[in-house]
Each structure stands twice: as C-alpha cells, then as structure tokens.
C-alpha cells in the first residue's frame, strides 16, 4: 500500500515533556510537509522538505523541529510542548511543484 | 503573501438542492493552481479538484469548478447535495516558486434530509 503513514494516531502529554512524531511516505515522493490543524480546523503550514533540505519554515516556535533522514521520511520533534500546542498534526506529501499533497491520517496531541 | 478566502462556517442544505461554496484569492503571481480539498469526520483533508486552466471547467465526483483568473475565484458546485456529501472543504492556492499550499479557513457543509 503506497500512501502517508504517521505514528502514533493520539499523544497525552504534560506541559514541559518533549514529544516526537513519526512520518513516512511510500508514495515516492520528493517533498513532505507538516501542517497544524488547531481545533477550529485552520491548516497551518508549519515546515517543508524537498530533497532533505528546507525550504519553507514559516514563523514556528523554536521548540518546533522537523527531522529527516531521506525523502521518504519526515519527523516532528517538540521540545518542551506548551497547551496551545494542542491539536492536530497532519503529515503530507507531494511531487514536485503545483502539484496536490497527500495527508497522511494525522497525530492527535493534547497537552495537559 | 498568499492568502485565500471561502464561505464562512457552516452552510446548510437540504438534499437534492444545489451547492455553492465561494472561495477567493489573492496571489502576485500570474499562474495559480487551485485545489479543493475535502475532508469528513475523523478522516484526513483529501483532494476533490484541481485547476491550473483559466475559465476551463474540472469535475471529479459530481463536483465542478473553474478557475477564473479574472476575478480570482473558483467556486466549488454540486447540482444536487447528497447526505454523504456533509463535510469541511478547503480550497488551497500553490503559486510561485514556493513549493507550499495555502488553504483557506474551511467551508463546513451539512446536508440534511
């Protein structure tokens, strides 16, 4: 099955913990993003990797850092999460340019 | 920058009548491409339509669009809403160099018996 694979499906945390999220793309792909979606269902673009290198990073938290190991793969790391950082992050691919993204089934984080 | 703008919240419709959701943008450059996007309780946003061709009409599931360039817009239509129907759509803009896809803040649609 070819598609955009995150792990895990929900997270629980503290306020203060680091959490990790995972990321895989069979689709072939040459470029993946992380996108937020806040709980009024705003899709925010928060990184973009083409070829391992970024390319988009807009304004995000510091604490905020995507990790990567080959175009298939994109992580996210939080350190030190915060409550608004409460919400869903969807992980997506694509194909070069002005092409469409495929979202993978998102990472619910609640942070307590 | 980039910016996109759909109906507002939440549009509500009886099944069988026809659907209309707005959705305008704003870019400095001359090739946009549009997509909309439509994702259903629990699931993930996936892509509805795309266009890149000015006043060229695309449909995809019962739904059609056009971009027109002229007046930066490319409504999403239905002739006839199905209960299934009943999701959030987003419309997203892709233009320039930058290799990001900017979404708009969502159309909720309920269609109702």
């Known amino acids: 099955e070819t598609a955009v694979f995150q792990t895990p499906n929900y997270h629980v945390t503290q306020v203060g913990n680091e959490v990790s999220f995972n990321c895989k793309q069979t689709l072939g792909h040459d470029t993946m993003y992380w996108y937020k979606q806040d709980s009024k269902k705003l899709l925010k673009i928060m990184f973009s990797y083409n070829n391992k290198q970024l390319i988009v990073n807009e304004t995000v938290p510091r604490r905020f850092s995507p990790q990567s190991s080959d175009k298939a793969h994109l992580n996210l790391r939080i350190k030190s999460v915060e409550p608004e950082d409460s919400a869903v992050y969807l992980c997506?691919?694509?194909?070069?340019?002005?092409?469409?993204?495929?979202f993978g089934k998102g990472t619910r984080l609640t942070v307590v | 920058g980039d910016s996109v703008t759909q109906t507002e919240g939440l549009v509500t419709l009886t099944e069988g009548l026809p659907v209309m959701l707005n959705c305008t943008y704003q870019t400095i450059y001359s090739n946009p491409f549009l997509f909309w996007y439509v994702q259903h309780l629990n699931e993930s946003p996936r892509l509805l339509l795309k266009s890149f061709t000015d006043n060229k009409r695309t449909e995809h599931q019962g739904f059609h669009a056009t971009l027109h360039k002229s007046s930066s817009s490319f409504h999403l239509q239905k002739s006839s809403a199905q209960l299934s129907d009943s999701a959030l759509y987003y419309c997203?803009?892709?233009?320039?160099?930058?290799?990001?896809?900017?979404f708009g803040a969502g159309t909720r649609l309920a269609v109702c018996p």
């Open positions: 997506a691919s694509s194909y070069r340019v002005n092409t469409e993204v495929f």
């Open positions: 997203a803009l892709r233009s320039g160099s930058f290799n990001k896809l900017t």
